[in-house]
T-cell receptor, first 114, second 111 residues
């Protein structure tokens, strides 16, 4: 398996634009997590899914953030409109918690909002 | 809510032993994990403890005390490549598990 695949690796956009981050989890994993990492706040859990269903989105900072998982092999995190304070590294991770406690992280998307 | 505390920075000498502590407060606790992250990279899994005691994996060991809500990561025979950030993380929840990370400890290994 190629591991968790995220795209794009880097995204530079202007304030007010829509940003869509993509994630392909490892096949067979039933949990998918979206994290945001900044120097100030560390690794924050934004939202997680189990079997494609959103379980807890309490970490999503504002209504500008939304996430979907239309099928077991694809998830998106969308920010609309983007703001400079959204600049961070966004990680997607997948797992089969309960059977294997490891989270496997993608390479992350470095987002810069100007 | 959940909270995890770990030191922000640790410096140790190559070949030495270093211990990184983690204390946590959470409900619905399942277990404590440790992850390593090099600068510019993604976190990678190191270990997981669900029960009290010590788990050893090569040069790395991890300990958990559920009654004290405390754990640590022990790195032995430090190498320069061990310079990285180390995160403790709690698996917790009601029916579904979620994983919440600490703020990380930046380890610098010096010659």
């Amino acid at each position: 398996d190629a591991g968790v695949i995220q795209s794009p690796r880097h995204e530079v956009t202007e304030m007010g634009q829509e940003v869509t981050l993509r994630c392909k989890p490892i096949s067979g994993h039933d949990y998918l997590f979206w994290y945001r990492q900044t120097m100030m706040r560390g690794l924050e859990l934004l939202i997680y899914f189990n079997n494609n269903v959103p379980i807890d989105d309490s970490g999503m900072p504002e209504d500008r953030f939304s996430a979907k998982m239309p099928n077991a092999s694809f998830s998106t995190l969308k920010i609309q409109p983007s703001e400079p304070r959204d600049s961070a590294v966004y990680f997607c991770a997948s797992s089969s918690l309960g059977r294997d406690e490891k989270l496997f992280f993608g390479s992350g998307t470095q987002l810069s909002v100007l | 809510g959940q909270s995890l505390e770990q030191p922000s920075e640790v410096t140790a000498v190559e070949g030495a032993i270093v211990q990184i502590n983690c204390t946590y407060q959470t409900s619905g606790f399942y277990g404590l994990s440790w992850y390593q992250q090099h600068d510019g990279g993604a976190p990678t899994f190191l270990s997981y403890n669900a029960l009290d005691g010590l788990e050893e994996t090569g040069r790395f060991s991890s300990f958990l005390s559920r009654s004290d809500s405390y754990g640590y990561l022990l790195l032995q025979e430090l190498q320069m490549k061990d310079s990285a950030s180390y995160f403790c993380a709690v698996s917790h929840g009601g029916g579904y598990q979620k994983v919440t990370f600490g703020t990380g400890t930046k380890l610098q290994v010096i010659p």
